[in-house]
C-alpha cells in the first residue's frame, strides 16, 4: 500500500510539474511580447483590415501612437522593458513549486490571486485610460488563462499534500 501512495505522488508530482512548467514558459512568452511592442502592432495591425473593422482601425491607431512615441520620446518605451523584466522575475518565483509544490503551495496561491486581480485592473484603469471595452476583455483573458492552469496545480498540490499526511501517518503507526 505504501508503494502505492508513492506512485501517485510521483504522477501527482509530475502533472504539477508539467502544469507550472506551462506556466512558467507562457509568462516569459507574454513577458517577451513586451519587447519588440512597435514591430509586433504592425504586423498585427497589418493582418486586419483598418476601414472595414472596429479592431483593425483600434490595432492601426495604437499602431500609429506607439510609433510616435517611439520616435519622439524612446525613452517611455523603457516601461515595456520593464513589464518584460516583471513577467521574467514573477517566472523564476515559480520555481519554487516547480522543486517542492506542497511546501510552495503559497506561490501558486499568489499567482491565482493576481490572475483574478487582472479582471478589475485592465477594466477599470482600461477604462479609464479610454480603451475599447473588447479589448479590455482580451486582457482580462490573460487572467483567465493564467488562472486555469494554476487552479488546476493548486488541485492537484491538494491531493499531493493529502498523499503526504496519509504516507507519514502510515509510517508512524508501524
Same mark, same amino acid.
Given at each position: ?38 514591430? @509586433? ?10 476601414? @472595414?473593422?472596429?479592431?483593425? @482601425? ?35 518565483? /515559480? ?30 484603469? =482600461?477604462?479609464?485610460? =479610454? ?5 479590455? /476583455? ?7 488563462? =493564467? ?28
Amino acid at each position: 500500500m505504501n508503494r502505492e501512495i508513492l506512485l501517485d505522488a510521483s504522477l501527482l508530482q509530475k502533472k504539477i510539474r508539467r502544469w507550472i512548467g506551462f506556466f512558467i514558459i507562457a509568462l516569459t512568452l507574454s513577458g517577451l511580447t513586451a519587447l519588440g511592442v512597435e514591430t @509586433q502592432m504592425g504586423l498585427v495591425s497589418g493582418l486586419f483590415p483598418s476601414e @472595414q473593422t472596429m479592431v483593425g @482601425q483600434w490595432l492601426v491607431k495604437v499602431h500609429a501612437a506607439i510609433s510616435d512615441m517611439n520616435h519622439q520620446y524612446p525613452f517611455l518605451s523603457y516601461g515595456f522593458d520593464w513589464l518584460a523584466f516583471a513577467h521574467l522575475v514573477i517566472a523564476v518565483v /515559480f520555481i519554487g513549486p516547480l522543486k517542492d509544490p506542497v511546501r510552495n503551495k503559497w506561490v501558486i496561491q499568489f499567482g491565482r490571486i493576481a490572475c483574478l486581480m487582472v479582471f478589475p485592473f485592465a477594466l477599470l484603469a =482600461g477604462g479609464f485610460r =479610454g480603451l475599447p471595452l473588447w479589448w479590455r /476583455f482580451i486582457d482580462c483573458s490573460f487572467g483567465l488563462i =493564467g488562472l486555469v492552469p494554476l487552479t488546476i496545480c493548486y488541485k492537484l498540490i491538494e491531493k499531493l499534500e493529502k498523499l503526504s499526511t496519509s504516507t507519514h501517518s502510515f509510517s508512524s503507526c508501524k
